[in-house]
């Protein structure tokens, strides 16, 4: 089918009860249903579709356009790029955490972003690790606060025109940032409960927030464990970006870097040029990864 001439572009911001609110692109919102032919289950946030505006503010969608990717939890389309929020403290880092989610951005082939939030209260040790350590491996790490606007404008330069999901654990600040970022949009926020040190679970739904700058930003709930990626053992290690030049050294083209001999991943670890954690962390995933391939024969 052709498109009609008054059909335009737009990107699918929220649904809501059977509704889909989409943006075209000077910035106007239109509330669209879809087009009889359309099942409801093909678009999802983040879809650029073809729609024909109605009356003022409403419209009807067409069709969808070729998807890029496509994150399931949270069920958002054409995502560019994944901030991971970590906090200072309340609750402390958690490099396990960190290094599970970054092997999740990685197999999806987006842009990881490594934001150390509540920087007005003092940090441990493992702060100085992520600025130091993952920076140096080549992840952008950003030190923000929320609460006194310190980075918020480095925050904004970074998700200019693009799509952007914000993650972490619960309580680090998230719904927070989000809120300095995306002015007028009060998104809730939990107190840190003080005998658990996290917060309550308080952000639900999917919505891309458009930031006044430029881009989109979509706030995610907070989670402690994460599924590992579909994939099978020796697809591991690339994913951890700074295995790659002492992985030339291994004796063996097939290494896991874990029993064999010879392997340049655990003379970087012994010589301190990896990080001990990352490589803990590498042989946990390995072992539950090799563990899942048994069960699926
Ligand atoms: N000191 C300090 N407190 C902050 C900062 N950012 C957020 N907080 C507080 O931390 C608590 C949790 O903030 P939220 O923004 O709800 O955290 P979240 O990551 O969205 O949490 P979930 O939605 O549960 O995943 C709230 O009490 C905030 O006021 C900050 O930069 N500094
Ligand atoms: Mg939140
Ligand atoms: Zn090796």
């Given amino acids: 089918m052709t498109d009609r001439n008054a059909s335009i572009n737009?990107?699918?911001?929220?649904?809501?009860?059977?509704?889909?609110?989409?943006?075209?692109?000077?910035?106007?919102?239109?509330?669209?249903?879809?087009?009889?032919k359309l099942q409801d289950d093909v678009i999802l946030v983040g879809d650029r579709v073809v729609f024909t505006p109605t009356e003022k503010g409403k419209g009807i969608v067409e069709r969808v356009l070729p998807r890029d990717v496509q994150l399931r939890r949270p069920a958002i389309a054409n995502v560019n790029q994944v901030l991971v929020v970590m906090s200072y403290d309340q609750p402390e880092p958690n490099l396990k955490l960190l290094d599970?989610?970054?092997?999740?951005?990685?197999?999806?082939?987006?842009?990881?972003?490594?934001?150390?939030?509540?920087?007005?209260?003092?940090?441990?040790?493992?702060?100085?690790?992520?600025?130091e350590y993952y920076r140096r491996i080549g992840y952008p790490v950003i030190v923000t606060s929320a609460a006194d606007g310190t980075g918020l404008q480095e925050l904004n330069e970074v998700m200019n025109d693009k799509i952007t999901v914000i993650a972490g654990p619960s309580g680090v600040g998230k719904s927070s940032l989000l809120n300095m970022l995306v002015?007028?949009?009060?998104?809730?926020?939990?107190?840190?409960?003080?005998?658990?040190?996290?917060?309550?679970?308080?952000?639900?739904?999917?919505?891309?927030?458009?930031?006044?700058?430029?881009?989109?930003?979509?706030?995610?709930?907070?989670?402690?464990?994460?599924?590992?990626?579909?994939?099978?053992?020796?697809?591991?290690?690339?994913?951890?970006?700074?295995?790659?030049?002492?992985?030339?050294?291994?004796?063996?083209?097939?290494?896991?870097?874990?029993?064999?001999?010879?392997?340049?991943?655990?003379?970087?670890?012994?010589?301190?040029?990896?990080?001990?954690?990352?490589?803990?962390?590498?042989?946990?995933?390995?072992?539950?990864?090799?563990?899942?391939?048994?069960?699926?024969?």
């Fill in 10 to 36: 737009g990107l699918v911001l929220k649904r809501y009860s059977g509704f889909y609110y989409v943006q075209d692109p000077e910035g106007e919102l239109f509330e669209c249903r879809l087009r009889g």
């Fill in 100 to 131: 599970r989610l970054l092997i999740l951005i990685e197999n999806l082939k987006l842009t990881a972003v490594i934001v150390l939030n509540k920087c007005d209260l003092p940090g441990n040790e493992t702060v100085v690790t992520i600025k």
């Fill in 183 to 297: 002015p007028g949009k009060e998104l809730k926020t939990g107190q840190v409960s003080r005998k658990l040190g996290r917060g309550r679970h308080t952000t639900r739904h999917v919505e891309l927030f458009p930031l006044p700058s430029g881009g989109w930003v979509a706030d995610t709930p907070g989670f402690t464990v994460v599924d590992n990626p579909p994939i099978k053992r020796e697809e591991l290690a690339p994913l951890f970006i700074e295995f790659a030049g002492p992985s030339a050294n291994c004796r063996f083209l097939d290494c896991l870097h874990s029993g064999e001999v010879d392997c340049g991943v655990k003379d970087a670890v012994r010589d301190g040029t990896i990080l001990a954690s990352r490589y803990q962390n590498y042989l946990t995933i390995l072992g539950e990864i090799i563990e899942q391939e048994r069960c699926y024969r």
